[in-house]
């Protein structure tokens, strides 16, 4: 009898153990550990009338956090009777923990975003103040890049402020490499065959890709979309405004895609390596690939984790066009502004809040922000990094910035971009089916069906 | 009149009943409070969640009766989780068991020469899930893997598989890992309850002319069953609800291929933005490891009384 009673208490337990796991929702177990963060994201009771305002960001890698810290110091020492308190989480945890958050109806004053689709959810479900006024006041909103404004308007109305970075993606390569194997840089189509069947031949995996985390892999779904037709095929698609997921050029771009992988131009298992532990980047400082299409700030990344590569071997040039596209070639991929800061609602002093946030991009941090390797989002930045400058240089001559298309698509719609996209790298969707399957679940969403 | 409480008076005994009941109640209160709010209520919230369409932020949730539940019962990618959570629970429970029981009879029969290995033995299970999920994502890695060269400079070259990128290669890799996380714990199960058994029957059953392994299955096994069946209870309900070494290596991809229902719903619930339909999700999994674990329950218990 002895067993019955342990087996029913033990599997009672374990019961137990896996209603509290499913029902806490599995807090990610998978990612960085969270700074020991208190839960200070309610309005916390003011004392002696002091002011106080919550702040979220997510800029834990140095210097990040000084670069919000002495503007917030700055502000403070300005403004006594107004207490801020900043709370730094890790990117993923972050994500989680705004939507409950929000959900819970206790979020911080101030919130990053990435702009686009996730946040005019959080817009659309009334959990954005907005900015209008305070950005068209004194035209402060000149301030900034146009391109930048773009990723946080919806409804003609302005709901964040572009703080921190510019990133695009661009396509990297190893330049001893190229040299070695007598190529140039890849400016036309024709050039990148030449470079993917030599490097082939030679044993070195033309692009390296770690395509377990998707997105790194949706870049060359998207550039292939805008260089075959332009960024309004994405946008008509998008914004449902007579556009299809299955307009011919995302299949066409699928297509390329397969064939791509069908040269063998990817490192060998991409679906299954992960970009944030570094395992396409490793390929590139090992010499094992040759080139990689990734956001500009894999110049900050190298730097800080291979200077002697960043040095010698990094460079990089624009996607080259595809001889029938009718995209123009300076387009670029990418988002300019991004993390943009928010205002709740529930914040009791949205005007202090602002009047911090214009500290957080003041020409003291925008010049912080170059120095540590950043592009602020604000007209006429330069530095004095060259491969910085380039990108600037990109950014400014290019017709149109495409925003990621899962920071530009619904949350939901995000989803299955990526998952349909890694299924075409994977070759277990042909074009036209994942074309359908994005098409599908965008009629759903908008309720078209 | 026959027990031997009959000495005490009918009244007082009463009243040391309540006093008992009392301070039972007052001593579990603590825990019962605890429960509902972090247990209970929760679970409550998910299932009335399941029939609402609510992204997790919007002040409003949209009741859609059981809109979430048709979906559920057509959408293939949940099915295919359905199914690699049985896969697991296949393997884990036929990996699993059997090398942890190999392990503690070794480490049983082994005595103090062998302290050493019950150490080494057991330090799979004391490392985070998350650093073996790094670690193991490393050794898998196609180009420097640990694995993979090793293969290669074995000779054994054309065993070497896309470890985490191919589909049909993906869910075996990581029930590799999970089973080599989990069978020390199996293995300290089987190791106590062993060292439970009194030596006397050994030494009677080898008087009685037994050899080893009569000794094993016909004595040893037939005494053990009871943590056997806890054991696989345990693993059973751990590979249904497992989440965190698929979500570190793989994230359920690619294209779903190691996809569970715990990273299916978290992916629904919070990179979605579906709470509803990630509610229903997760009730489902509640109900599915709910009805199997009750029935192998139901069935465990049927049969121990069968043999008692």
């Known amino acids: 009898m002895k067993t019955r009673k342990t087996s029913t208490f033990v599997s009672m337990m374990a019961l137990l153990a896996a209603l509290t796991m499913i029902l806490s929702a599995c807090v990610p177990a998978g990612v960085a550990p969270q700074p020991a963060a208190s839960d200070g994201a309610a309005a916390p009771a003011a004392t002696d009338g002091e002011k106080v305002i919550t702040m979220w960001h997510i800029q834990t890698t140095e210097p990040g956090p000084q670069l919000i810290q002495q503007a917030v110091d700055r502000f403070m020492a300005d403004n006594p009777g107004v207490k801020v308190e900043v709370e730094a989480l890790q990117n993923d945890p972050f994500k989680t923990k705004i939507k409950v958050a929000m959900g819970a109806g206790n979020p911080p004053c101030i919130f990053p975003s990435w702009g686009g689709g996730p946040l005019y959810e959080y817009v659309k479900s009334g959990q954005v103040t907005d900015l209008t006024p305070y950005m068209d006041a004194d035209n402060y909103k000149d301030r900034f890049v146009p391109a930048s404004l773009s990723n946080v308007t919806f409804d003609d109305k302005i709901w964040g402020v572009p703080v921190e970075n510019s990133a695009v993606a661009v396509l990297f390569y190893n330049k001893p490499l190229f040299e070695q194997y007598g190529l140039n840089a890849p400016a036309t189509w024709d050039d990148l065959m030449v470079a993917i069947e030599t490097f082939k031949a030679n044993d070195i995996a033309p692009f390296a890709l770690a395509n377990k985390t998707k997105w790194t892999g949706s870049m060359y779904f998207m550039y292939l979309v805008d260089r075959l037709g332009g960024p309004e095929v994405f946008k008509k698609a998008g914004t449902r405004t007579g556009g299809t997921f299955e307009d011919p050029v995302f299949i066409e771009a699928g297509k390329r895609l397969q064939e791509l992988v069908n040269a063998g131009a990817f490192s060998e298992g991409f679906n299954g390596l992960d970009y944030d532990t570094g395992q396409s980047r490793q390929l590139m400082y090992a010499g094992k690939a040759a080139m990689e299409l990734m956001g500009s700030w894999n110049i900050s990344t190298a730097k800080g984790e291979n200077p002697e590569f960043y040095e010698k071997n990094l460079d990089f040039v624009a996607f080259p066009a595809l001889p029938d596209g009718k995209g123009d070639p300076n387009n670029v991929v990418g988002t300019v502004g991004d993390n943009f800061y928010s205002i709740s609602p529930t914040c009791a002093y949205p005007e202090e809040a602002f009047k911090l946030l214009q500290y957080i991009i003041d020409d003291e941090s925008v010049k912080l922000r170059g120095e540590a390797g950043k592009i602020p989002p604000v007209k006429g930045f330069t530095t004095d990094d060259p491969m910085l400058q380039k990108v600037i240089g990109m950014i400014e001559a290019a017709p149109s910035v495409q925003l990621w298309y899962d920071q530009y698509l619904p949350p939901e719609l995000g989803e299955v971009h990526k998952d349909t996209s890694q299924a075409l790298f994977g070759l277990s969707m042909t074009p036209e089916e994942a074309a359908k399957a994005q098409e599908d679940a965008a009629k759903k969403f908008y309720g078209e069906q | ?308």
Request: glycine share 6%; hydrophobic share 50%; aromatic share 16%.
């Open chain 2, 1 to 308: 009149m026959t027990t031997s409480t009959s000495s005490t008076p009918p009244k007082r005994r009463r009243r040391w009943r309540t006093e008992y009941a009392l301070t039972a109640f007052l001593f579990l209160l603590p825990t019962f409070i605890f429960l509902a709010i972090f247990v209970v209520w929760p679970i409550a919230a998910s299932i009335q969640l399941s029939f609402t369409e609510w992204n997790g932020i919007s002040p409003t949730q949209k009741p859609v009766g059981g809109a979430n539940w048709v979906r559920l019962m057509s959408d293939g990618v949940f099915w295919r989780a359905f199914r690699n959570n049985l896969v697991i629970v296949v393997l884990s429970i036929l990996i699993q068991l059997p090398i942890g029981m190999a392990l503690a009879v070794l480490l049983d029969r082994g005595g103090r020469k062998f302290n050493l290995f019950k150490t080494v033995y057991f330090f799979p299970l004391l490392m985070s899930t998350v650093a073996v999920g790094i670690l193991f994502k490393y050794i898998y890695d196609p180009q420097f893997g640990m694995l993979t060269s090793g293969l290669r400079a074995l000779g054994l070259g054309f065993l070497v598989q896309d470890w985490l990128g191919d589909t049909d290669v993906v869910l075996f890799s990581v029930i590799a890992v999970i089973c080599w996380q989990f069978i020390p714990f199996y293995m300290i199960i089987f190791y106590a309850a062993l060292t439970g058994i009194p030596a006397e029957l050994r030494e009677a059953a080898f008087i009685d002319g037994a050899t080893e392994s009569n000794y094993f299955w016909r004595i040893v096994l037939p005494l053990l069953r009871g943590t056997i069946s806890t054991a696989a209870v345990l693993s059973l309900i751990g590979s249904l609800k497992y989440f965190d070494l698929i979500w570190v290596m793989t994230e359920g991809g690619p294209t779903n291929a190691s996809e569970l229902m715990a990273t299916y719903m978290y992916k629904k619930a919070f990179q979605s933005y579906e709470m509803g339909y990630g509610s229903t999700v997760a009730t489902a999994l509640f109900v599915i490891v709910m009805v199997i674990a009750l029935s192998v329950l139901f069935v465990t218990r049927r049969f121990s009384e069968e043999n008692e």
